[in-house]
Protein backbone atom coordinates (compact mmCIF):
# COMPACT_ATOMS: atom_id res chain seq x y z
CA UNK A 1 0.00 0.00 0.00
CA UNK A 2 1.64 3.31 -1.26
CA UNK A 3 1.28 5.77 1.67
CA UNK A 4 -0.59 8.62 1.63
CA UNK A 5 1.75 12.18 1.35
CA UNK A 6 0.20 14.85 3.26
CA UNK A 7 1.53 18.49 3.88
CA UNK A 8 3.30 18.71 7.01
CA UNK A 9 1.62 19.75 9.98
CA UNK A 10 4.60 22.18 11.01
CA UNK A 11 5.12 24.18 8.00
CA UNK A 12 5.50 27.53 8.93
CA UNK A 13 4.82 29.95 5.94
CA UNK A 14 6.06 33.83 5.53
CA UNK A 15 4.96 35.95 2.22
CA UNK A 16 7.67 38.19 1.39
CA UNK A 17 7.46 41.53 -0.08
CA UNK A 18 8.39 40.72 -3.47
CA UNK A 19 5.39 38.87 -3.99
CA UNK A 20 6.57 36.57 -5.98
CA UNK A 21 8.15 34.97 -3.02
CA UNK A 22 7.18 33.18 0.38
CA UNK A 23 9.95 32.05 2.79
CA UNK A 24 9.20 28.45 4.50
CA UNK A 25 10.55 27.21 7.72
CA UNK A 26 9.50 23.38 8.90
CA UNK A 27 8.96 23.80 12.82
CA UNK A 28 10.38 20.34 13.35
CA UNK A 29 13.44 19.67 10.92
CA UNK A 30 14.79 23.08 11.18
CA UNK A 31 14.75 23.40 7.23
CA UNK A 32 14.28 27.06 5.53
CA UNK A 33 13.73 27.53 1.94
CA UNK A 34 12.68 30.65 -0.27
CA UNK A 35 10.08 29.55 -3.01
CA UNK A 36 8.04 30.62 -5.32
CA UNK A 37 4.42 32.62 -4.17
CA UNK A 38 2.59 29.66 -5.46
CA UNK A 39 4.27 27.01 -3.33
CA UNK A 40 4.59 28.56 -0.27
CA UNK A 41 0.49 29.54 -0.88
CA UNK A 42 -0.35 26.29 -1.15
CA UNK A 43 1.76 24.00 1.23
CA UNK A 44 0.01 26.92 4.29
CA UNK A 45 -3.50 26.89 2.96
CA UNK A 46 -3.27 22.82 2.89
CA UNK A 47 -0.99 22.33 6.10
CA UNK A 48 -1.63 18.68 7.91
CA UNK A 49 -3.85 18.16 4.68
CA UNK A 50 -3.07 15.90 1.94
CA UNK A 51 -1.13 16.94 -1.04
CA UNK A 52 -4.23 17.32 -3.68
CA UNK A 53 -3.84 19.53 -7.28
CA UNK A 54 -0.34 20.76 -6.26
CA UNK A 55 1.19 23.39 -8.42
CA UNK A 56 4.30 21.95 -8.92
CA UNK A 57 4.79 18.28 -10.67
CA UNK A 58 4.65 15.21 -8.56
CA UNK A 59 7.07 13.80 -10.25
CA UNK A 60 9.37 15.98 -10.28
CA UNK A 61 12.33 18.04 -8.83
CA UNK A 62 10.26 20.15 -6.98
CA UNK A 63 7.91 17.44 -4.89
CA UNK A 64 11.34 15.83 -4.35
CA UNK A 65 12.82 19.01 -2.87
CA UNK A 66 9.93 19.86 -0.50
CA UNK A 67 9.48 16.25 0.67
CA UNK A 68 13.66 16.10 1.24
CA UNK A 69 12.75 19.03 3.18
CA UNK A 70 10.07 17.52 5.44
CA UNK A 71 7.69 19.94 4.07
CA UNK A 72 5.75 17.11 2.41
CA UNK A 73 5.82 13.85 4.72
CA UNK A 74 4.28 10.34 4.23
CA UNK A 75 4.21 10.26 8.36
CA UNK A 76 0.45 10.26 9.68
CA UNK A 77 -0.68 13.43 11.97
CA UNK A 78 0.06 10.84 14.85
CA UNK A 79 3.36 9.95 13.67
CA UNK A 80 4.75 13.46 13.20
CA UNK A 81 3.47 14.65 16.48
CA UNK A 82 5.17 12.17 17.93
CA UNK A 83 8.64 13.21 16.33
CA UNK A 84 7.88 16.72 17.25
CA UNK A 85 7.28 15.26 21.04
CA UNK A 86 10.43 13.62 20.66
CA UNK A 87 12.40 16.34 19.75
CA UNK A 88 10.71 18.80 22.66
CA UNK A 89 11.97 15.98 25.11
CA UNK A 90 15.22 15.39 23.94
CA UNK A 91 16.11 19.16 24.60
CA UNK A 92 14.30 20.01 27.45
CA UNK A 93 16.07 16.83 28.73
CA UNK A 94 19.45 18.10 27.74
CA UNK A 95 18.55 21.43 29.07
CA UNK A 96 17.80 20.02 32.46
CA UNK A 97 20.90 17.88 32.48
CA UNK A 98 22.69 21.24 30.80
CA UNK A 99 21.88 24.12 32.76
CA UNK A 100 22.67 24.97 36.41
CA UNK A 101 19.64 26.42 38.10
CA UNK A 102 18.87 30.37 38.18
CA UNK A 103 19.32 32.17 41.61
CA UNK A 104 17.65 35.19 42.39
CA UNK A 105 17.54 37.17 46.14
CA UNK A 106 14.84 39.49 46.50
CA UNK A 107 16.20 41.87 49.57
CA UNK A 108 13.51 44.23 49.71
CA UNK A 109 9.68 43.70 48.86
CA UNK A 110 9.49 47.56 49.13
CA UNK A 111 9.70 49.75 46.47
CA UNK A 112 10.35 53.45 45.84
CA UNK A 113 8.04 54.14 43.15
CA UNK A 114 4.39 53.50 42.86
CA UNK A 115 3.92 52.90 38.91
CA UNK A 116 0.36 52.57 38.09
CA UNK A 117 0.31 49.82 35.99
CA UNK A 118 2.85 47.24 37.82
CA UNK A 119 1.81 43.92 38.35
CA UNK A 120 3.18 43.71 42.36
CA UNK A 121 0.44 45.61 45.00
CA UNK A 122 1.11 48.78 46.12
CA UNK A 123 1.06 47.17 49.54
CA UNK A 124 4.21 45.20 48.69
CA UNK A 125 5.52 48.33 47.93
CA UNK A 126 5.04 50.07 50.85
CA UNK A 127 5.94 47.40 53.17
CA UNK A 128 2.45 46.90 55.21
CA UNK A 129 2.21 43.62 56.91
CA UNK A 130 4.19 40.60 55.42
CA UNK A 131 6.21 42.70 53.02
CA UNK A 132 7.91 44.82 56.18
CA UNK A 133 10.79 42.49 56.35
CA UNK A 134 14.37 43.01 54.77
CA UNK A 135 16.63 39.81 54.32
CA UNK A 136 19.34 39.88 56.64
CA UNK A 137 23.18 39.05 56.60
CA UNK A 138 22.23 35.17 57.90
CA UNK A 139 19.20 35.34 55.09
CA UNK A 140 21.95 35.36 52.78
CA UNK A 141 24.59 33.14 54.00
CA UNK A 142 21.61 30.22 54.27
CA UNK A 143 21.15 31.33 50.59
CA UNK A 144 24.31 30.94 49.65
CA UNK A 145 24.77 27.72 51.14
CA UNK A 146 21.28 26.44 48.89
CA UNK A 147 23.44 28.33 46.03
CA UNK A 148 26.69 25.89 46.59
CA UNK A 149 24.61 22.88 47.12
CA UNK A 150 22.88 23.34 43.71
CA UNK A 151 25.12 25.80 41.33
CA UNK A 152 25.73 22.58 38.88
CA UNK A 153 24.53 21.29 36.12
CA UNK A 154 21.43 19.13 36.45
CA UNK A 155 21.33 20.01 40.25
CA UNK A 156 17.18 20.46 40.21
CA UNK A 157 16.68 17.77 38.29
CA UNK A 158 18.77 15.39 40.35
CA UNK A 159 17.02 16.35 43.60
CA UNK A 160 13.44 16.27 42.08
CA UNK A 161 14.30 13.33 40.15
CA UNK A 162 13.04 14.34 36.90
CA UNK A 163 14.32 13.15 33.84
CA UNK A 164 17.80 13.88 32.21
CA UNK A 165 20.84 13.13 30.21
CA UNK A 166 22.56 10.50 31.43
CA UNK A 167 25.92 11.47 33.38
CA UNK A 168 28.88 12.07 30.65
CA UNK A 169 26.66 12.84 27.77
CA UNK A 170 26.08 16.94 28.49
CA UNK A 171 28.86 19.08 27.74
CA UNK A 172 29.64 20.79 30.86
CA UNK A 173 31.56 23.44 28.96
CA UNK A 174 28.56 25.22 28.19
CA UNK A 175 27.53 25.79 31.65
CA UNK A 176 29.94 28.89 33.05
CA UNK A 177 29.07 30.51 36.26
CA UNK A 178 26.22 33.36 35.64
CA UNK A 179 25.68 36.31 37.19
CA UNK A 180 23.06 36.01 40.33
CA UNK A 181 20.24 38.32 40.23
CA UNK A 182 18.62 41.19 42.30
CA UNK A 183 14.78 41.45 42.32
CA UNK A 184 12.09 43.25 44.31
CA UNK A 185 9.77 45.22 45.15
CA UNK A 186 13.18 47.11 44.25
CA UNK A 187 16.93 45.98 44.80
CA UNK A 188 18.59 48.70 44.75
CA UNK A 189 16.92 51.53 47.23
CA UNK A 190 18.44 53.30 50.27
CA UNK A 191 17.33 50.57 52.86
CA UNK A 192 18.59 47.73 51.05
CA UNK A 193 22.48 49.44 50.44
CA UNK A 194 23.99 46.89 53.16
CA UNK A 195 22.23 43.95 52.41
CA UNK A 196 23.62 44.37 48.28
CA UNK A 197 26.83 44.88 49.68
CA UNK A 198 26.62 41.62 51.68
CA UNK A 199 25.25 39.87 48.68
CA UNK A 200 27.90 41.21 46.53
CA UNK A 201 30.89 39.89 48.63
CA UNK A 202 30.12 36.97 49.57
CA UNK A 203 29.18 36.88 45.45
CA UNK A 204 32.54 37.32 44.29
CA UNK A 205 34.12 35.03 47.17
CA UNK A 206 32.55 32.47 44.65
CA UNK A 207 33.73 34.09 41.29
CA UNK A 208 30.14 35.46 40.35
CA UNK A 209 29.00 38.65 39.55
CA UNK A 210 25.33 40.20 40.19
CA UNK A 211 22.76 41.26 37.72
CA UNK A 212 19.45 43.77 39.08
CA UNK A 213 16.26 44.17 37.83
CA UNK A 214 15.73 47.95 38.45
CA UNK A 215 14.67 51.26 38.54
CA UNK A 216 17.46 52.68 38.85
CA UNK A 217 16.44 56.01 40.34
CA UNK A 218 19.04 55.11 43.75
CA UNK A 219 21.60 53.47 41.25
CA UNK A 220 24.28 56.04 41.82
CA UNK A 221 24.04 54.69 45.85
CA UNK A 222 26.11 51.56 45.06
CA UNK A 223 28.76 53.13 42.47
CA UNK A 224 31.42 51.32 43.90
CA UNK A 225 29.34 48.23 42.83
CA UNK A 226 29.02 48.89 39.78
CA UNK A 227 31.55 47.26 37.18
CA UNK A 228 32.33 43.59 35.35
CA UNK A 229 33.63 41.99 38.51
CA UNK A 230 30.78 43.01 40.56
CA UNK A 231 27.23 44.86 39.53
CA UNK A 232 27.98 43.92 36.48
CA UNK A 233 24.32 43.71 34.50
CA UNK A 234 21.31 45.70 34.84
CA UNK A 235 17.94 45.74 33.41
CA UNK A 236 16.14 49.63 34.07
CA UNK A 237 12.70 50.65 32.83
CA UNK A 238 12.48 54.32 30.79
CA UNK A 239 8.69 54.51 30.01
CA UNK A 240 8.74 57.52 27.61
CA UNK A 241 10.43 60.98 27.43
CA UNK A 242 10.83 63.51 30.49
CA UNK A 243 7.31 64.65 30.67
CA UNK A 244 5.19 60.84 30.16
CA UNK A 245 7.96 59.04 31.95
CA UNK A 246 7.82 61.08 35.19
CA UNK A 247 3.83 60.92 35.12
CA UNK A 248 4.56 57.02 34.68
CA UNK A 249 7.58 56.29 36.80
CA UNK A 250 6.57 58.01 40.13
CA UNK A 251 7.16 57.31 44.00
CA UNK A 252 6.27 59.05 47.43
CA UNK A 253 9.53 60.89 47.65
CA UNK A 254 9.95 60.73 43.50
CA UNK A 255 8.63 63.12 41.47
CA UNK A 256 10.70 63.68 38.47
CA UNK A 257 12.70 60.23 37.79
CA UNK A 258 13.79 60.51 33.86
CA UNK A 259 16.90 62.58 33.98
CA UNK A 260 17.88 61.10 37.51
CA UNK A 261 17.73 57.50 35.93
CA UNK A 262 19.17 58.76 32.48
CA UNK A 263 22.12 60.14 34.81
CA UNK A 264 22.43 56.92 36.55
CA UNK A 265 22.49 54.95 32.97
CA UNK A 266 25.39 56.97 31.99
CA UNK A 267 26.95 56.22 35.30
CA UNK A 268 27.10 52.58 34.94
CA UNK A 269 27.88 52.45 31.35
CA UNK A 270 30.61 54.27 31.70
CA UNK A 271 32.14 52.22 35.19
CA UNK A 272 31.59 49.05 32.11
CA UNK A 273 27.94 47.72 33.25
CA UNK A 274 25.81 46.20 31.04
CA UNK A 275 22.47 47.87 30.78
CA UNK A 276 19.48 46.97 28.72
CA UNK A 277 16.87 49.51 28.97
CA UNK A 278 13.07 48.74 28.56
CA UNK A 279 10.40 50.69 27.76
CA UNK A 280 7.01 48.89 29.01
CA UNK A 281 4.43 49.99 26.26
CA UNK A 282 1.00 50.35 26.13
CA UNK A 283 -1.69 53.00 24.28
CA UNK A 284 -0.11 56.03 26.58
CA UNK A 285 3.58 56.09 25.61
CA UNK A 286 3.01 53.86 21.96
CA UNK A 287 3.74 57.22 20.09
CA UNK A 288 6.67 58.28 21.87
CA UNK A 289 8.51 54.98 20.72
CA UNK A 290 10.36 56.61 17.64
CA UNK A 291 11.17 59.76 19.81
CA UNK A 292 13.03 57.24 22.51
CA UNK A 293 14.96 55.62 19.70
CA UNK A 294 15.96 59.13 18.52
CA UNK A 295 17.12 59.98 22.12
CA UNK A 296 18.86 56.71 22.79
CA UNK A 297 21.22 57.06 19.54
CA UNK A 298 21.60 60.98 20.39
CA UNK A 299 22.89 60.53 23.54
CA UNK A 300 25.52 58.20 22.13
CA UNK A 301 23.65 55.08 23.82
CA UNK A 302 23.09 53.15 20.50
CA UNK A 303 26.35 52.44 19.13
CA UNK A 304 27.20 51.72 22.82
CA UNK A 305 28.33 47.92 22.97
CA UNK A 306 27.13 47.55 26.56
CA UNK A 307 23.80 49.37 25.62
CA UNK A 308 20.35 47.56 24.61
CA UNK A 309 16.68 48.38 25.19
CA UNK A 310 13.70 46.50 24.54
CA UNK A 311 10.47 47.07 24.06
CA UNK A 312 7.21 45.37 25.81
CA UNK A 313 3.56 44.78 26.18
CA UNK A 314 2.28 45.88 29.47
CA UNK A 315 -0.02 43.30 30.80
CA UNK A 316 -3.68 42.63 32.53
CA UNK A 317 -2.98 45.05 34.86
CA UNK A 318 -3.46 48.39 33.35
CA UNK A 319 -6.86 47.36 32.06
CA UNK A 320 -7.80 46.19 28.51
CA UNK A 321 -8.41 49.47 26.65
CA UNK A 322 -5.34 50.68 26.98
CA UNK A 323 -3.21 47.63 26.57
CA UNK A 324 -1.44 46.80 22.87
CA UNK A 325 -0.92 43.52 22.08
CA UNK A 326 1.89 41.80 21.11
CA UNK A 327 1.70 41.71 16.90
CA UNK A 328 1.25 45.54 17.28
CA UNK A 329 4.20 46.11 19.41
CA UNK A 330 6.06 44.14 16.23
CA UNK A 331 4.49 46.43 13.92
CA UNK A 332 5.07 49.90 15.79
CA UNK A 333 8.77 48.89 15.82
CA UNK A 334 9.26 47.34 11.99
CA UNK A 335 7.43 50.99 10.81
CA UNK A 336 10.19 52.84 13.25
CA UNK A 337 12.84 50.37 11.83
CA UNK A 338 11.49 51.45 8.35
CA UNK A 339 12.08 55.02 8.81
CA UNK A 340 14.99 55.79 10.82
CA UNK A 341 18.57 53.87 12.52
CA UNK A 342 16.99 51.88 15.48
CA UNK A 343 18.40 50.74 18.80
CA UNK A 344 15.10 49.53 20.29
CA UNK A 345 14.16 45.64 19.86
CA UNK A 346 10.99 43.82 20.63
CA UNK A 347 9.54 40.73 20.11
CA UNK A 348 11.20 39.90 16.61
CA UNK A 349 14.10 38.65 18.63
CA UNK A 350 12.58 34.86 17.78
CA UNK A 351 12.91 35.25 14.46
CA UNK A 352 16.38 37.01 14.45
CA UNK A 353 17.49 34.29 16.82
CA UNK A 354 16.33 31.30 14.61
CA UNK A 355 17.10 32.50 10.95
CA UNK A 356 20.89 33.35 12.26
CA UNK A 357 20.86 29.41 13.54
CA UNK A 358 19.68 28.80 10.28
CA UNK A 359 21.78 30.00 7.87
CA UNK A 360 24.98 29.25 9.58
CA UNK A 361 24.23 25.73 9.36
CA UNK A 362 22.86 24.59 12.49
CA UNK A 363 20.08 23.46 13.78
CA UNK A 364 17.85 27.17 14.70
CA UNK A 365 15.62 24.87 17.63
CA UNK A 366 17.78 25.04 20.62
CA UNK A 367 15.38 24.92 23.77
CA UNK A 368 12.20 24.44 24.83
CA UNK A 369 12.07 26.19 28.13
CA UNK A 370 10.09 29.43 28.18
CA UNK A 371 12.12 30.73 30.85
CA UNK A 372 14.66 30.39 33.71
CA UNK A 373 11.33 29.17 35.99
CA UNK A 374 11.03 26.17 33.92
CA UNK A 375 14.83 24.58 34.15
CA UNK A 376 15.04 25.68 37.75
CA UNK A 377 14.97 29.30 38.93
CA UNK A 378 15.50 29.76 42.82
CA UNK A 379 14.26 33.07 44.22
CA UNK A 380 15.22 33.49 48.15
CA UNK A 381 12.67 36.18 50.07
CA UNK A 382 13.08 38.18 52.97
CA UNK A 383 10.66 35.80 54.48
CA UNK A 384 12.95 32.55 54.03
CA UNK A 385 10.52 31.52 51.75
CA UNK A 386 11.76 30.17 47.99
CA UNK A 387 9.57 31.30 44.18
CA UNK A 388 10.04 29.72 40.78
CA UNK A 389 8.76 32.80 39.06
CA UNK A 390 9.02 36.24 39.79
CA UNK A 391 5.51 37.07 38.62
CA UNK A 392 3.95 34.96 41.92
CA UNK A 393 6.98 36.07 44.39
CA UNK A 394 5.59 36.96 47.75
CA UNK A 395 2.12 34.91 46.69
CA UNK A 396 2.62 32.65 49.43
CA UNK A 397 0.27 30.24 47.79
CA UNK A 398 2.79 29.99 45.09
CA UNK A 399 5.95 29.32 46.80
CA UNK A 400 8.13 26.13 45.84
CA UNK A 401 9.72 26.03 48.92
CA UNK A 402 11.74 27.29 52.05
CA UNK A 403 15.49 27.86 52.76
CA UNK A 404 15.47 28.40 56.31
CA UNK A 405 18.98 27.33 58.21
CA UNK A 406 20.48 26.96 54.89
CA UNK A 407 18.41 23.82 54.14
CA UNK A 408 16.78 23.98 50.69
CA UNK A 409 13.10 22.54 51.13
CA UNK A 410 11.04 21.97 48.23
CA UNK A 411 7.26 21.41 47.72
CA UNK A 412 8.67 18.60 45.33
CA UNK A 413 5.26 18.25 43.19
CA UNK A 414 4.86 22.37 42.80
CA UNK A 415 8.44 22.21 41.78
CA UNK A 416 8.19 19.15 39.39
CA UNK A 417 5.54 20.71 38.08
CA UNK A 418 7.90 24.24 36.79
CA UNK A 419 10.25 21.92 35.50
CA UNK A 420 7.72 19.37 33.65
CA UNK A 421 6.39 22.22 31.67
CA UNK A 422 7.96 22.22 28.02
CA UNK A 423 5.90 22.13 24.54
CA UNK A 424 5.92 18.15 24.17
CA UNK A 425 4.27 17.95 27.58
CA UNK A 426 1.22 20.07 26.50
CA UNK A 427 -1.32 18.70 23.61
CA UNK A 428 -1.96 21.98 21.91
CA UNK A 429 1.69 23.33 21.83
CA UNK A 430 2.52 19.54 20.58
CA UNK A 431 0.31 20.02 17.14
CA UNK A 432 1.05 23.41 16.81
CA UNK A 433 4.26 24.87 14.07
CA UNK A 434 5.52 27.03 16.31
CA UNK A 435 6.43 24.94 19.35
CA UNK A 436 9.94 24.89 19.31
CA UNK A 437 10.03 28.08 19.02
CA UNK A 438 7.43 30.02 21.20
CA UNK A 439 8.13 27.40 23.74
CA UNK A 440 4.40 27.41 25.03
CA UNK A 441 4.81 30.83 26.26
CA UNK A 442 4.35 32.15 29.99
CA UNK A 443 3.80 29.71 32.18
CA UNK A 444 1.91 32.30 34.15
CA UNK A 445 -0.11 33.85 31.67
CA UNK A 446 -1.41 30.26 30.93
CA UNK A 447 -2.59 29.38 34.23
CA UNK A 448 -4.10 32.70 34.84
CA UNK A 449 -6.26 32.28 31.69
CA UNK A 450 -6.40 28.16 32.16
CA UNK A 451 -5.98 27.06 35.67
CA UNK A 452 -3.37 25.19 34.65
CA UNK A 453 0.78 25.53 33.92
CA UNK A 454 0.20 23.00 31.68
CA UNK A 455 -1.40 24.83 28.97
CA UNK A 456 -0.47 27.19 25.97
CA UNK A 457 0.10 31.02 26.37
CA UNK A 458 -0.13 32.10 22.37
CA UNK A 459 -0.08 35.92 22.92
CA UNK A 460 -0.29 36.12 19.21
CA UNK A 461 2.70 34.54 18.40
CA UNK A 462 1.29 33.01 15.08
CA UNK A 463 -0.04 36.28 13.91
CA UNK A 464 3.30 38.07 14.53
CA UNK A 465 5.96 35.70 14.01
CA UNK A 466 5.42 35.10 9.98
CA UNK A 467 5.97 38.84 9.97
CA UNK A 468 9.18 39.09 11.76
CA UNK A 469 10.59 35.95 9.98
CA UNK A 470 10.08 37.69 6.63
CA UNK A 471 11.28 41.10 7.71
CA UNK A 472 14.36 40.00 9.05
CA UNK A 473 15.39 37.73 6.23
CA UNK A 474 14.86 40.46 3.52
CA UNK A 475 17.49 42.49 5.88
CA UNK A 476 19.47 39.70 5.79
CA UNK A 477 19.09 39.49 1.51
CA UNK A 478 19.52 43.32 1.26
CA UNK A 479 23.10 43.28 3.05
CA UNK A 480 24.25 39.85 1.54
CA UNK A 481 22.92 41.72 -2.18
CA UNK A 482 24.92 44.84 -1.34
CA UNK A 483 21.77 47.06 -0.90
CA UNK A 484 22.49 48.00 2.69
CA UNK A 485 26.02 47.96 4.95
CA UNK A 486 26.73 45.41 7.74
CA UNK A 487 26.45 46.21 11.16
CA UNK A 488 30.13 45.17 12.92
CA UNK A 489 30.71 42.38 13.34
CA UNK A 490 29.49 40.53 10.33
CA UNK A 491 26.69 38.21 11.30
CA UNK A 492 28.40 34.57 9.83
CA UNK A 493 26.70 32.81 6.92
CA UNK A 494 27.22 30.55 4.63
CA UNK A 495 25.64 30.82 1.89
CA UNK A 496 23.63 33.86 -0.29
CA UNK A 497 19.83 32.97 -0.14
CA UNK A 498 18.46 34.04 -3.21
CA UNK A 499 15.52 31.42 -4.40
CA UNK A 500 16.07 28.90 -1.95
CA UNK A 501 18.12 27.68 1.15
CA UNK A 502 19.43 24.37 0.62
CA UNK A 503 22.26 22.43 2.59
CA UNK A 504 24.60 25.66 1.78
CA UNK A 505 23.21 26.08 -2.60
CA UNK A 506 21.33 28.19 -4.29
CA UNK A 507 18.68 26.59 -6.46
CA UNK A 508 17.15 28.00 -9.15
CA UNK A 509 16.42 25.46 -11.57
CA UNK A 510 14.56 22.69 -9.11
CA UNK A 511 11.86 25.32 -8.38
CA UNK A 512 10.34 25.42 -11.17
CA UNK A 513 7.07 23.92 -11.91
Known sequence: ???????????????????????????????????????????????????????????????????????LTDLPEEGERQLLVDVATALHNAALSLR????????????????????????????????????????????????????????????????REEPGTADRRTTARSALGLFGGEPLQDQTRDIVGHIARRAGERGATLRAITNGVRLDLFTDLLGPDGLA????????????????????????????????????????????????????????????????????WGDHPAFSAEAAVVTGQAGGETLVTRPELVE???????????????????????????LAGNYPFTQVANCGAETGMLMFDPRGDLYACWDEVGIAEHRVGTYHGGALRLDHEVARAWLSRFP??????????????????????????????????????????????????????????????????????????IVDVTNGRTRHSEMRC
Not at 332 to 358: N, P
Open 1 to 71: MVARVRVSSYVIGAPLTDERFYLLLHGIRGSLDKVPARIGDYLVAHRGGEVVSPPWDRDGPTHAHLTERGY
Open 100 to 163: PPTFFFIPAYTCNLRCPYCFQPHEMHAGKGVYAKLMSREQVDDAFRVIDRFDRPGAMAEHLDLP
Open 233 to 300: ELQITLDGMADLHDRRRIGPRFRKTFQRIVDNIDLALGRGVRVMVRINVDRSNADELAEMNGFFLERG
Open 332 to 358: MLSAIRADQDSCVAGYEGYAQSVLSRA
Open 424 to 497: GAIDQCSRCPYALIHTSGCAKHARDTSGSLFAAACEGFQSYFPRSLAATYEEVERRLLGAAEWPDPRPATRHLP
